[in-house]
Antibody, heavy 119, light 108 residues
């Protein structure tokens, strides 16, 4: 079965950086399309980044220029490098597998990694 | 950017139907997807392409989409359906995925 396991969260100071990783299994990762979605405490879901199987990348305006998504097909993983962090980036970050046909919905989600930006 | 509007909360008695709306400009021309999220858990896909259910999702859950409103319907609500429900579309004009603000379903 599909499994997505995020790691790398924690407490980081404003202006600092952190790298999240998502280990994938149960499907052919190199053929997959992946996204990161975040949820601030007590708030709703916010899509923030996407990477296709061929490397096409999109970012939400809120993170563009600060966050970098990448993938390593040899390690079946997708990562999110988060730079210039602000208090407003405090959230649980979910890795999700995008449907492989129309690329429009998230068919599987990881359990999330909490990032807290605070001094 | 495209905006989806959901009521913050919906309350319903057990065994009764519940409807959760998702409003957007000509949303009927888009495909709408729904997720539910229980406290402390990750979201789970509930409905995709307006009305399709993934395997394992109960037939009590259904969806529709027309005009400016998409609707998630739970035919007979159970206590275990208490969760936050989110609608979502893909905005082709920006290549962004957009979520509604979420609706908290309370079972009375």
């Amino acid at each position: 079965q599909v499994q997505l396991v995020e790691s790398g969260g924690g407490l980081v100071k404003p202006g600092g950086s952190v790298r999240l990783s998502c280990a994938a299994s149960g499907f052919i990762f190199s053929d997959s399309y992946m996204s990161w979605i975040r949820q601030a405490p007590g708030k709703g879901l916010e899509w923030i980044s996407y990477i296709s199987r061929t490397g096409t990348i999109y970012y939400a305006d809120s993170v563009k220029g600060r966050f970098v998504i990448s993938r390593d097909n040899a390690k079946n993983s997708v990562s999110l490098q988060m730079n210039s962090l602000r208090a407003g980036d405090t959230a649980t970050y979910y890795c999700a597998k995008v449907d492989g046909k129309r690329l429009v919905y998230f068919e599987h989600w990881g359990q999330g990694a909490l990032v807290i930006v605070s001094s | 950017s495209y905006v989806l509007s959901q009521p913050p909360s919906v309350s319903v008695a057990p065994g009764r139907p519940a409807a959760i709306s998702c409003g957007g400009d000509n949303i009927g021309e888009k495909s709408v997807h729904w997720y539910h999220q229980k406290p402390g858990q990750a979201p789970i896909l509930l409905i995709y392409f307006d009305s399709d259910r993934p395997s394992g999702i109960a037939e009590r859950f259904s969806g529709s989409n027309s005009g400016n409103t998409a609707t998630l319907t739970i035919s007979r609500v159970e206590a275990g359906d208490e969760a936050d429900y989110y609608c979502q579309v893909w905005d082709s004009s920006t290549n962004h995925w957009v979520f509604g603000g979420g609706t908290k379903l309370t079972v009375l």
